[in-house]
């Protein structure tokens, strides 16, 4: 799996560039059950898409990341309190042979009962390997709460753990490796590490790069993630 949370280009933090070419180096390194998870606002995917599906990758699904607070970058707009994280998959990969560990929560109360059909007008990722059950775990839904750093960050637009959690669960199998290709604070080793997931990130800042370094140094168990 390869996790990718470049600089969306939308403010004026130093390192706020965008970068050229990542997409096709990801497709080059993506096994063909693998995926990847790609963090941005609306505008970055709007200028991104095209550059992701002409590098060979194929949209799948999207989740919304919603925050405790946001960033009020313009007083007459909407407070934005959230952000996106979306799916690709290689397109020379049909959807079945992606590897996908479906994620449930276990709020479902005993009276809920769930469709077990799929609406006909859902498109071509048809494959599902998830029986849901009446009363029984429910799926994840796609809009993910999480609190965001603010106050605790070591970096300026750092992820919080509990919500790159479930991705990695869901698409990268026990002892698979995670690629991070704009690592930041390590948050995604942070998580493989949780999680017994192998880890490589990269990162182009050589002070964050430090900070990442030691977070994960500090780690149990010790190193696992580095
Ligand atoms: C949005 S932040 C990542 C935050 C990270 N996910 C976290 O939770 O801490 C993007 C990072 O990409 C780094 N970056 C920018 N260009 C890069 C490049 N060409 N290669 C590797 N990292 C790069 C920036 O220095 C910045 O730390």
């Known amino acids: 799996m390869i996790f990718a949370d470049p600089p969306y280009g939308d403010t004026s933090l130093p390192w706020d560039v965008l970068v050229d070419g990542w997409e096709r180096v990801a497709r080059s390194c993506i096994a063909s059950t693998g995926s990847m998870w790609v963090c941005g606002s609306l505008r970055f995917f709007m200028r991104a898409g095209h550059l992701l599906e002409s590098a060979g990758w194929r949209y799948a ?11 009020g970058f313009h007083a007459d707009r909407f407070k934005r309190v959230h952000e996106l994280l979306v799916q690709f998959y290689p397109d020379s990969s049909p959807w079945a042979s992606i590897y996908n560990q479906v994620q449930t929560t276990s709020d479902a109360t005993a009276r809920t009962v769930r469709r077990k059909t799929r609406p006909a007008h859902t498109g071509h990722i048809a494959a599902s390997s ?37 991705l990695i669960l869901t698409s990268c199998p026990p002892g698979g490796l995670v690629g991070d290709f704009f690592a930041g604070s390590g948050t995604i080793g942070d998580a493989c590490n949780m999680l017994g997931r192998r880890y490589i990130g990269a990162e ?23």
Not at 147 to 154: E, F
Request: with cysteine; proline share 6%; aromatic share 8%.
């Open 61 to 71: 699904q999207e989740i919304v990341w919603e925050k405790h607070n946001g960033s």
């Open 130 to 166: 998830y029986v849901s059950e009446d009363g029984g775990p429910r799926i994840m839904r796609s809009v993910i709460y999480a609190r965001s750093c603010h106050g605790r960050a070591i970096h300026e637009t750092q992820k919080p753990v509990d919500l790159v959690e479930p």
């Open 204 to 226: 182009v800042d050589s002070s964050y790069f430090a900070k990442a370094t030691d977070r994960l140094a500090t780690l149990l168990p010790f190193g696992a993630a580095a």
